[in-house]
């Protein structure tokens, strides 16, 4: 089961930069692949980036590599998504999800375990 949490949503400018962080419990936190995916309305989820058990390999989705940075911190639980350059483009409900499979060409959310609530970023001016 998913007993996950995520702050850092809201609206933010064109250009602009916003920090989301998802803190997890219930969870052998270590031993599990960590991701980013995001949902427009009206569209399919899609994948934005992913971390490797031990932190040192990251995956990111063609459209944010650049611009997006995923980090986690394994003592204190959580994964986090540094986002710069925010396009209007980037609007969507954001989730983090929890695997124990690591893929290099980017996660699949049909294969997610374990999901956070999701929140929303807006980028408008």
């Known amino acids: 089961m998913c007993s996950c949490r995520r702050l850092g949503g809201g609206l933010v400018q064109p250009g602009g930069s916003l920090r989301l962080s998802c803190a997890a419990s219930?969870?052998?936190?270590?031993?599990?692949?960590l991701g980013w995916f995001h949902q427009a309305p009206g569209k399919e989820r899609e994948f934005v980036a992913s971390?490797?058990?031990?932190?040192?390999?990251?995956g990111y989705a063609d459209g944010v590599k650049g611009r997006f940075t995923i980090s986690r911190d394994n003592a204190k639980n959580t994964v986090l998504l540094e986002m710069n350059s925010l396009k209007p483009e980037d609007t969507a409900v954001y989730s983090c999800?929890?695997?124990?499979?690591?893929?290099?060409?980017?996660?699949?959310?049909?294969?997610?375990?374990?999901w956070g609530k999701g929140t929303l970023v807006t980028v408008s001016s």
């Open positions: 971390i490797k058990q031990g932190g040192l390999s990251t």
């Open positions: 999800a929890a695997d124990h499979t690591w893929v290099a060409g980017g996660l699949l959310s049909r294969n997610m375990e374990y």
């Open positions: 219930g969870l052998w936190f270590s031993r599990y692949v």
